[in-house]
């Protein structure tokens, strides 16, 4: 299917289920039960999850496939934001010229700061990307300004040109990023019993955005350039001297993962006409870093899910507080009750990082390929079981 | 005219002088060993024919082109393979992949942007890679990590990715180094077999005097980064300046 072999097209089929009833399946307990608080399925979120895990798709295609693990991926996040906004302000609100200069732009500065940063490997590359993107963090945070909007960030404002569009709706609004003609904040309900599923249109536009680029991604790594990225990870002497030059191959795998990075700036603006300087801030590389690993580095559906799981974590931990814990802990004895919440409130609201951290140590610790690490193996066991059980039966029968 | 002519090469580090004045010629389809004892300049000769040194004085000319300044992978797309003193491969990589980069590198240059097309619709490089295992005796292991195999196994490997890219001349940096002696056979048979299938001028570098007698056809001996003596094998052997370059001036 799609010029890919049987497992590729089933990991693809995989994520397009995951992604399209998404609003079904992060919505499993009905409105206003107690467990409520933990669905994700709303397009907020959601539209996060995917875009976040076009970046870190993006990202494990130079990580995951040539080992230079580049500390400064949210600059092109940023960049690609920048650039979307400013077409909203300049051209239109229509998204799709908005995500293709951002890719344009992004694909440009990661040239320039690959072409650079390439120059060395390790630690040395590692430390080269991350100055970048602290460098451009502060020069868009103080004296590129007019450019960046500086620290309130760059907004849309009602005297903005757009020439193929309108400065200001009729009723005196400023217009919001759309598709021809479509807004992408429109939504639909469905109301089932008591659940409530919510179908975002920028979600899907999203949705079907990371569909591509997972598809893309699956050509790069099946095809002869990825296979050359993963020889550069386990022998660049040996490449040297088999006659490839391993530079200009690193340089691509760092200006299309650069390129990723600027798209998924681009659909972040889109669903929300602003960009800030704290999208380049180092953490936010790290935390791109932290959804690849977390995943499975160098695995397809990896960052898809490290990306899942680290958005869920930071949006649904996070608004646990003591209250609820309280009610949840209720039935324990009074001072018990206390007790035990006084010792898991560290790990909820803003302590989610803690629990990211401890989950984050136990996945690198015991399972090194992240998620999909663990989903092989339990996969395995099953099938192990299965199969020992199959065994036991045709043992016995013969004895009847 | 040797394909390999290498002229008055020298090369300082420090206040150590590695090799000086060193001359050599091997000749088109022979198979030429370069022997001494440790410390005799035989390793920094081959990282001067291979790109990865630049000598301080003389020329390294293959096959009439210079290859001084130039990149180990503009070498190896000259004609030049090298086998290194412990197998370098790709282990990360099953061992089919390991064999399809050097052809993929002998067809499309040094870089090519295939990033869409599909590694296993590439028929030509995948037939071409099937049997060249065949040819190694490996294509039952075609999806073995490369790193999981045993000594023997990957140096046979890295010698078969070599061959495939059908290079002019096949450097090889003892390639029997710490293998047994059933292993080090092996490899003498590969490499004869190697000789009398195709084509191939094969420049050696050896300790191992077993190897070099049973394989060489023509030997350099070098001492203290120069040429001692370059003869046919059976003048070698009784030569007295070589044992005296081996064994000291007492022998």
């Given amino acids: ?400 | 005219m040797g394909i390999l002519e290498v002229k008055n090469v020298g090369k300082r580090f420090g206040g150590l002088q590695a090799l000086s004045e060193v001359n050599l010629s091997v000749a088109e389809n022979s198979v030429h060993a370069i022997i001494g004892p440790n410390g005799a300049g035989k390793s920094t000769l081959l990282n001067c024919l291979v790109g990865k040194l630049i000598p301080d004085t003389g020329s390294v000319m293959f096959d009439g082109q210079s290859v001084l300044g130039r990149s180990p992978f503009e070498i190896n797309q000259m004609g030049i393979s090298r086998v290194f003193q412990t197998p370098e491969i790709f282990g990360d990589l099953t061992v089919m992949e390991n064999m399809m980069i050097p052809i993929f590198a002998s067809r499309d240059g040094s870089f090519r942007m295939h990033a869409v097309e599909s590694v296993v619709s590439e028929s030509e490089v995948v037939d071409y890679a099937e049997q060249m295992l065949e040819d190694m005796n490996m294509a039952d292991k075609r999806h073995m990590h490369a790193a999981a195999m045993s000594r023997g196994d990957k140096r046979r490997l890295e010698i078969g990715m070599c061959l495939s890219q059908k290079p002019r001349l096949l450097l090889l940096d003892e390639p029997t180094a710490g293998m047994a002696r059933a292993d080090t056979n092996n490899t003498i048979d590969l490499l004869k077999q190697i000789k009398e299938d195709r084509d191939i001028t094969i420049a050696i570098i050896e300790h191992d005097m077993h190897v070099v007698f049973s394989l060489a056809e023509r030997i350099t001996v070098l001492a203290q980064g120069t040429p001692l003596v370059e003869d046919a094998p059976e003048n070698i052997k009784g030569n007295p300046k070589v044992r005296e370059a081996y064994l000291g001036e007492s022998a």
């Fill in chain 1, 1 to 400: 299917m799609l010029g890919l072999d049987k497992k590729d097209a089933v990991l693809l089929v995989i994520v397009a289920v995951l992604t399209m009833f998404a609003p079904f399946i992060l919505n499993p307990f009905p409105e206003g039960s107690a467990m409520a608080q933990f669905n994700a399925g709303y397009p907020d979120l959601m539209q996060r999850f995917v875009i976040f895990g076009i970046f870190a798709i993006g990202f494990n295609i130079l990580f995951g496939l040539t080992g230079y693990l580049s500390f400064g991926h949210a600059a092109f996040l940023g960049v690609g934001s920048y650039a979307a906004v400013w077409m909203f302000k300049l051209l239109s609100m229509n998204v799709i010229p908005a995500i293709v200069l951002a890719v344009i732009m992004s694909g440009l500065f990661a040239l320039l700061i690959g072409y650079i940063s390439l120059r060395r490997s390790g630690i040395y590359f590692s430390i080269l990307t991350l100055a970048f993107a602290q460098m451009m963090f502060a020069l868009a945070y103080s004296v590129l300004t007019p450019i960046t909007g500086g620290e309130t960030g760059l907004q849309l404002a009602l005297d903005d040109p757009r020439i193929l569009g309108q400065s200001q709706t009729p009723e005196g609004n400023i217009p919001v990023p759309g598709l021809f003609g479509f807004e992408m904040r429109d939504s639909a309900e469905l109301v089932i019993g008591s659940w409530v599923f919510t179908f975002n249109l920028g979600y899907y536009f999203c949705g079907v955005i990371l569909l591509l680029a997972f598809y893309l991604a699956i050509r790069i790594f099946r095809s002869p350039f990825g296979m050359m990225l993963r020889a550069i990870k386990s022998n660049q002497q040996r490449l040297n001297y088999t006659g490839i030059n391993p530079k200009p191959y690193t340089l691509a795998a760092f200006v299309i993962s650069g390129m990723y990075a600027g798209l998924a700036g681009a659909l972040m603006a889109s669903m929300d006409p602003l960009a800030g300087a704290e999208r380049m801030f180092w953490t936010a590389s790290g935390e791109v870093v932290l959804m690849t690993i977390l995943g499975g580095v160098g695995t397809l559906i990896g960052p898809v899910l490290g990306a899942g799981a680290i958005k869920y974590m930071e949006n649904i931990i996070s608004k646990i507080n003591s209250d609820i814990l309280h009610s949840w802990f209720a039935f324990l004895p009074d001072g018990l009750e206390d007790f035990v919440v006084t010792i898991v409130y560290p790990f909820i609201g803003k302590g989610w990082h803690l629990t990211l951290g401890i989950i984050f140590m136990l996945v690198v610790i015991f399972l090194p390929g992240g998620l999909v690490e663990g989903g092989q193996r339990i996969s395995s066991w099953l099938r192990n079981r299965r199969a020992r059980r199959d065994d036991r039966r045709s043992k016995t029968e013969p004895a009847e």
